[in-house]
């Protein structure tokens, strides 16, 4: 168990190293450099470092995930002097592992490549997954936001103009990079690339343990600096952005003790220390039970397979090499499906047209999760399946796309191109915990609120570390773009309140 940690950790911090584009030698860095490059020279040494730490800033964000940085860079466009504490010796966070894309709805993108969407229809779709019990004023201020969040990130030179659909979406709004990869690694670059544009000081090594209040004002942190010197550092706000608590089993089975023992794709420092460290100003939490699990995890590097090789086409296959579910549902309902399963485990199947277009499985290749067939028979052979049931799956299935008809399991998205052209590939997956969608209350504002309702002055929260926005269910896709919009949020508010105190 604990050699898995360190393999994790290890893994974690590459990517995140490489995402940084910094100079770490390893099989697939020219690909990481490149994309990187496309948006970053950001390198380690880039770094602030620890003699330019000063006693007071206006702005203080926790956090240099996805939420935290764009949170920044939006409090500096608004006249703040900020500065980022990150526990980790990198940037990025879960930020950098997410995989499919950001959802938006009417965005400039989608009308370009005539996809017809609304933001109601985002909003319904979104509700329906989550059960109907998302926080409707975040999700209202969510999909109204979404394009411009968008336009926000192009204009800094994060552009996610390819199109694909994640599992609950009826249309294809979910934006990724040009070329069709991962989204994490390259928005994480290119807000660090951003933040070190705008001179905002990124502490790392620098773990913020307590957050400080005078006459009920926010007022500081407490950081512990590279594990030894604590310091109090002044603050007239502070922004929350530690992302959630699905690497910290203590807190995950306090609230779900059915999910102990389960792989997870979290790195290291998503403890929930955002969340404790409000609940001890009076700051409330809500849904703490939602804890995500992902339906599509490789077990042995706790390695996320992204919704975008089912949504470009792949399907989910038993070791008795037939379908079992639709590959599209909400994840909730297809991890259901694959624990009713006898062996608890599946394949994701897909063909070279599928891994052309969803350029995230040339990692996963790298990574050695891949099976490879020059024909089904092959394939079946290396996944221990019998190769007449994969066949006759495969046929199946490549005519419901022809008759746009799933007669088995009703499957309606990700059928635009069938599975028909060689190789093969297969990577065998199983639940794994995921996401936290419970978190500290927060209202349109990105305000944390107490008990009552009320906000408490100076103290804003945005990303991971949140909860409510996603009900009982989060949509492959919703998180990445709400760290953008409410970190956004967060950035202007804080801005607004320490400007009129
Ligand atoms: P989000 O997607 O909400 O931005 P991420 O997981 O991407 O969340 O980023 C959260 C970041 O906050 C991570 O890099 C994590 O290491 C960092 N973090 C967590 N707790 C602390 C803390 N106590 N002090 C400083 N940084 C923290």
Not at 40 to 51: E, I, M, N, P
Not at 430 to 442: C, F, R
């Amino acid at each position: 168990m604990k050699r898995k940690v360190f393999r994790t950790l290890i893994s974690v911090l590459t990517l995140a190293l490489i995402s940084a584009g910094c100079s770490v030698q390893k099989t697939n860095k020219t690909e990481y450099t490149k994309e990187a490059d496309a948006v970053s020279s950001a390198s380690k040494t880039d770094y602030t470092s620890l003699d330019k730490l000063k006693d007071k800033y206006d702005v203080i964000i926790i956090g240099a995930g996805g939420a935290g940085m764009t949170a920044a860079l939006e409090a500096k466009a608004n006249g703040m002097d900020p500065v980022i504490f990150e526990k980790m010796p990198v940037a990025g966070g879960n930020t950098v592992k997410a995989s499919s894309g950001a959802n938006a709805s009417e965005t400039k993108f989608q009308k370009e490549q005539g996809i017809e969407d609304s933001n109601e229809l985002f909003y319904k779709e979104t509700l329906e997954g989550g059960k109907g019990t998302n926080d409707k004023d975040l999700l209202s201020y969510f999909v109204e936001n979404s394009a411009s969040a968008i336009d926000w990130l192009d204009s800094i030179g994060i552009k996610l103009n390819n199109l694909t659909i994640t599992g609950g979406m009826s249309v294809k709004r979910t934006h990724r990079p040009e070329d069709g990869s991962a989204v994490g690694q390259y928005l994480a670059a290119g807000l660090i690339k951003n933040v070190q544009a705008q001179k905002i000081p990124l502490f790392v090594n620098c773990e913020v343990r307590e957050i400080t209040q005078k006459d009920g004002k926010v007022n500081g942190v407490k950081v512990l600096i590279n594990g030894k010197d604590e310091k109090t550092i002044e603050g007239k706000a502070v922004i929350v952005a530690t992302g959630g608590y699905g690497a910290n089993m203590d807190m995950v089975t306090k609230y779900r003790p059915d999910l102990e023992g389960l792989v997870t794709t979290n790195q290291p420092g998503t403890t929930g220390d955002g969340i404790t460290m409000i609940e001890k100003l009076g700051g409330t939490t809500v849904d703490m039970d939602q804890i995500q699990v992902h339906p599509t995890v490789q077990q042995e590097n706790s390695y996320l397979i992204g919704e975008v090789v089912r949504g470009e086409g792949g399907i989910l296959v038993s070791s008795e090499g037939t379908r079992f579910v639709n590959e599209m549902g909400t994840r909730d309902a297809v991890t259901a499906s694959i624990n009713a399963l006898p062996e608890k485990s599946a394949y994701v199947v897909f063909d070279a047209g599928v891994k052309s277009r969803a350029k995230a499985i040339n990692q996963y290749e790298k990574m050695g999760f891949v099976l490879k067939g020059d024909s089904i028979e092959d394939l079946a052979q290396k996944m221990n399946v019998p190769a007449d049931k994969l066949k006759a799956t495969l046929d199946t299935w490549n005519n419901a796309v022809k008759d746009k008809n799933d007669a088995e399991f009703g499957r309606k998205t990700g059928m635009d191109n069938d599975l028909s052209a060689a190789p093969y590939y297969a990577i065998k997956i199983a639940p794994g915990i995921h996401y936290s969608m419970g978190g500290v209350k927060i209202n349109a504002n990105a305000e944390v609120l107490d008990k009552d309702g009320n906000a408490i002055p100076g103290l804003y929260a945005a990303g991971e570390v949140t909860g409510g926005l996603h009900g009982k269910n989060r949509i492959g896709g919703n998180s990445v773009i709400d760290i953008v919009i409410f970190g956004r949020q967060a950035g202007v508010k804080s801005a607004e309140y320490v400007k009129s105190n």
